[in-house]
Nanobody
């Protein structure tokens, strides 16, 4: 059974940090690239960050570059999103996505709320 399970969301004050985790199971983790997306009420889902199969290449949305860091641990079948200097506009449900040629999977999402 294919699963992507996100965790690590919560409520944090502006300027704070969170680390999201996405644990994959049911498929070969290292065969996939991974991305984090987010969606806030009334807005379309948007790409936040992505990482290649071997982790040598990363990409970030302009709005998070320099504050967020995506990484992967193939030994733990886990993708991370370290989020620093959080802003209220980062509030959203964050989703993990696994992608390879002809196949993709989504997690169920984890809520991140940045508020004072």
């Amino acid at each position: 059974q294919v699963q992507l399970v996100e965790s690590g969301g919560g409520m944090v004050q502006p300027g704070g940090s969170l680390r999201l985790s996405c644990i994959a199971s049911g498929f070969t983790f290292s065969d996939y690239a991974y991305s984090w997306y987010r969606q806030s009420p009334g807005k379309e889902r948007e790409l936040v960050a992505g990482i290649s199969k071997v982790g040598s290449s990363t990409t970030y949305a302009d709005s998070v570059r320099g504050r967020f860091t995506i990484s992967r641990d193939n030994a733990k079948n886990t993708v991370y999103l370290q989020m620093d200097s959080l802003k209220p506009e980062d509030t959203a449900v964050y989703y993990c996505k696994a992608l390879t040629l002809g196949s993709n999977y989504w997690g169920q999402g984890t809520q991140v709320t940045v508020s004072s």
